[in-house]
């Protein structure tokens, strides 16, 4: 077993490990603290999967997290009210349904998007990205009917099957159960034939452009499967919080996901894990001493940026298999 494999196995069973023993201790505040993490985490694979494999710097992400969210929430919404949704379609509490049906907006949303915003790169790229993004902001922003700038409360807990949603450590596992199912199919993606010209195309796509193989079709079907799976921990998010706001479609929280992948490691398979783990941490640790926690957060990025260009699995795993 590689060092970077025992990492990576640390830090699964340590995430596994403090909810449960914070439940038997009765303190269910840690519980929903590595909750929080989960799905972070989460969100940031789905990043990692454009950022990390692909070298595309979205600054748009949000879009996608927040449009889950808002699934989740319009969804419950109408099936507590018992009002019909679009095309008389009914509400539902069913997390697998919201989950299908959030994955499914982002990946229709993302498809349009990518295909416009990958036609430039650079600095370019990430501005429309960013644009996008804020589009859909102001949209929510001025969408009085859920919410509006005030966001929308769900007033249900969303049910999975066989898994009680309405305790904290039930919901952990399945947040984690979740979380581990995306890091396999990252870690599959990343080994596949689609990974390998994924990664092609980063480096040189020209060269891969030669061999036959379209650098944008390779980098749009990334770009719609990283925003299905941010879509997805946004409708996790939703539920953990039990309310929705434009203030996850704003540009704070693209960026607060590209945070979470350098902090762990840029295309790392439990990058996301290791930087989310350090950003709540710090969020709970140094936001109980002051408002301006996120200062020494960024002094903490900066030198990561500047000495340990791997991030924390960087530091503890030694350098990654691919460039």
Same mark, same amino acid.
């Given at each position: ?9 640390? &830090? ?12 038997? %201790? ?36 949000? %879009? ?19 009002? !019909? ?18 994955? /499914? ?62 305790? !904290? ?14 890091? /396999? ?12 010209? &994924?990664?092609?195309?980063?480096? $040189? ?35 953990? $919080? ?31 894990? %290791? ?25 903490? &990025? ?5 000495? %340990? ?15």
């Amino acid at each position: 077993m590689s060092r970077e494999a025992v990492v990576n196995t640390l &830090l699964a069973l340590l995430l596994l490990a403090v909810p449960i023993a914070a439940s038997a %201790a009765g303190e269910p505040f840690y519980v929903t603290l590595a909750t929080r993490i989960a799905v972070l985490a989460l969100a940031a694979v789905g990043l990692n999967i454009a950022l990390g494999l692909g070298g595309l710097v979205s600054f748009g992400h949000a %879009a996608f997290f927040g449009l889950g969210g808002y699934a989740a929430g319009i969804l419950a919404t109408h099936a507590f009210n018992a009002e !019909p949704l679009f095309f008389g379609l009914p509400g539902t509490t069913s997390m697998p349904v919201i989950w299908l049906v959030a994955i /499914l907006v982002c990946g229709l949303v993302a498809l349009p998007i990518g295909a416009i915003s990958l036609r430039t790169t650079g600095v370019y790229f990430i501005m429309i990205t960013l644009a996008f993004a804020q589009m859909i902001y102001y949209f929510a922003v001025s969408w009085p009917a859920y919410g509006g700038e005030d966001g929308l409360s769900i007033y249900v807990r969303n049910a999975f099957p066989g898994v009680n949603t309405a305790q !904290p450590l039930p919901y952990f596992l399945l947040c984690y159960g979740v979380l581990m199912l995306v890091l /396999l199919l990252f870690w599959l993606i990343g080994g596949s034939r689609f990974g390998t010209a &994924l990664q092609a195309a980063r480096q $040189n796509p020209v060269r891969l452009a030669a061999v036959g193989i379209a650098p944008f079709r390779i980098r749009l079907v990334a770009f719609v499967l990283s925003a299905m799976v941010t879509g997805l921990a946004g409708a996790l998010f939703a539920d953990l $919080n039990r309310f929705v706001s434009p203030s996850m479609l704003s540009w704070h929280m693209s960026g607060e996901l590209i945070v979470l992948i350098i902090l762990g490691g840029k295309g790392r398979l439990f990058g996301p894990l %290791a930087g989310a783990m350090l950003y709540v941490l710090f969020e709970y640790a140094l936001g109980g001493i002051t408002e301006r926690w996120q200062f020494f957060l960024g002094l903490i &990025l900066l030198g990561v940026v500047l000495f %340990a260009r791997g991030g924390l699995l960087g530091l503890l795993a030694g350098k990654a298999r691919h460039g």
